[in-house]
C-alpha cells in the first residue's frame, strides 16, 4: 500500500514536470525524468529457450522498462522473441532487429548475447544473466567492457555450492556433472567447479549432452557411478529439469543445481540470487544506454550477493528415507537466515 502511494505521487510528479511535452512518457523515475525519450525507441528483447529463470527475468526487464516510462505499443515498441535453443534461431532473431533499427537489444542469457554482439556494430546490446561475460568473449573486462555490449552477470558461486555439497551430504566422495558444452556458460562454471572441488578432495565425473534426450541418458548413466549430482545454470538442463530431476531422485541422488528456479523444478539444492532482481537491473542499464550512456565505458553488474540457500522441501523428505549417501540440514543452515525451504 505504502509502495503504490509513493508510485501515485511520484507519477504525479513527473506527469506535472513533463506536461507540455507530449511525446515524451511519464515516468516514476529520477533518471529516465532527466532524459526522458524524445521519440517512440524500438527495444528488440530476445531469449534462448523458455525455462522459468529467464521467463522470471524477462518479465522483471519488461516490467521495469515500464516503471522507467517504456511501455510497449505507447511510449516504446517493445519487441520479444524466443529461439527455442536453436542458434540458428538466434541469428535470424538479431538480424531482423537490426534491420528493423532497433534502438537496443536486451539479450536474455549467454547462447543470446553472442549472437546479438554480432550486430553490435549496428544495436547497442545489453546482456542479461550471462554467468561469466569476459569468459563468453562478449567484454573486454568487468569494469570496462570496452564494445557496444555491457549488462548483468550471475556468476554462479560454485565454491558456495560445493561447501553446501559438504554440509548436506557429507559422505559425498563423486559428483557427477551434467551440463551443455555447447554453451560457454557453463563451461566456465564447470570448469570452477572442478577445481574447488578437486581443493575439497571431491572426485568429479562429467557427462554432457545437447538437448533433452542426450542430458537424459547421460543422467541415467552418471547416477549409477556417483554420489551427487551437480548441474550449473545451463540453460539446456533447466528447460528439462522437471524430467532430469525425476531421474536424479528415482536414483535416490541428491542433485545440486546453479540457480533457485532448478530447486523449484525438482533439484535437491542450490545457493543462488534473486533473478528478478537482475532483471529490473538490466532494464536499468538499457535506459541508461537509451539515455545517451556508452556502453563500452559501463561495468558489468555482477549479482553475487544477497544469496539464499535454497532446498527442496519434497526431495529431502523422499532422500531422508533413502539415499545413496544421507542428507541432513545442520543447525548452521537450519537456523541461517538465509534458508529457504522449496515446497
Ligand atoms: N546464466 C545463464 C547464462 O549465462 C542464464 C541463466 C540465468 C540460467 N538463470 C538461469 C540458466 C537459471 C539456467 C538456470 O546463459
Known amino acids: 500500500m505504502k509502495n503504490t502511494m509513493k508510485k501515485l ?8 514536470l513533463l506536461a507540455g511535452c507530449s511525446s515524451a512518457p511519464a515516468s516514476s523515475n529520477q533518471a529516465a525524468q532527466e532524459s526522458a525519450p524524445k521519440e517512440k525507441v524500438t527495444i528488440g528483447v530476445a531469449q534462448i529457450v523458455d525455462h522459468p529463470s529467464l521467463n522470471t527475468i524477462r518479465d522483471a526487464i519488461i516490467d521495469e522498462l515500464e516503471v522507467q516510462g517504456y511501455k510497449d505499443g505507447e511510449t516504446a515498441v517493445i519487441k520479444y522473441q524466443n529461439a527455442a535453443n536453436q542458434i540458428s534461431n538466434l541469428d535470424t532473431i538479431m538480424s531482423g532487429y ?4 532497433a534502438d537496443i537489444i536486451i539479450a536474455i542469457a549467454t547462447p543470446t548475447a553472442q549472437s546479438a554482439q554480432n550486430f ?12 561469466d561475460p569476459v569468459g563468453a568473449g562478449l567484454v573486454k573486462s568487468l569494469n570496462k567492457p570496452g564494445g557496444n555490449v555491457t549488462g548483468t552477470s550471475d556468476e554462479v558461486q560454485v565454491d558456495q555450492i560445493c561447501d553446501l555439497i559438504g554440509e548436506l551430504t557429507p559422505s559425498a566422495k563423486t559428483v557427477g556433472v551434467l551440463y551443455n558444452a555447447g554453451e560457454a556458460n557453463s563451461v566456465s562454471n564447470v570448469k570452477k567447479f572442478k577445481e574447488y572441488a578437486a581443493s575439497k578432495g571431491l572426485k568429479v565425473v562429467e557427462k554432457t549432452g545437447t538437448d533433452l534426450t542426450t542430458l537424459q541418458q547421460a543422467a541415467s548413466v552418471l547416477c549409477q557411478d556417483v554420489d551427487v549430482l551437480f548441474s550449473p545454470n545451463d540453460n539446456t538442463v533447466a528447460s528439462g529439469m ?11 541422488v541428491p542433485y545440486y543445481v546453479g540457480a533457485d528456479s532448478m530447486v523449484k523444478d525438482g533439484g535437491f539444492a542450490t545457493v543462488g540470487i534473486d533473478y528478478e532482481a537482475l532483471g529490473r537491473e538490466t532494464a536499468l542499464m538499457a535506459v541508461n544506454v537509451l539515455n545517451g550512456n556508452d ?3 559501463m561495468p558489468v553488474k555482477v549479482f553475487k550477493d544477497d544469496l539464499n540457500v535454497y532446498i527442496n522441501q519434497n526431495d529431502f523428505d523422499q532422500l531422508s528415507k533413502s539415499s545413496k549417501v544421507p542428507v541432513q540440514i545442520p543447525d548452521s543452515v537450519k537456523n541461517s537466515d538465509k534458508l529457504v525451504m522449496v515446497k
Not at 9 to 16: E, I, K, N, Q, W
Not at 98 to 101: E, G, H, I, L, N
Not at 242 to 252: G, P
Request: hydrophobic share 50%; no cysteine; glycine share 2%.
Open 98 to 101: 537490426a534491420s528493423d533499427k
Open 295 to 297: 556502453p563500452a565505458e
Open 120 to 131: 553490435s556494430d549496428k544495436v547497442p546490446v545489453i546482456f542479461s544473466a550471462v554467468s
Open 242 to 252: 522437471a524430467a532430469l530431476s525425476q531421474i536424479a531422485l528415482k536414483a535416490k
Open 9 to 16: 505521487t511520484s507519477l504525479m510528479m513527473a506527469g506535472t
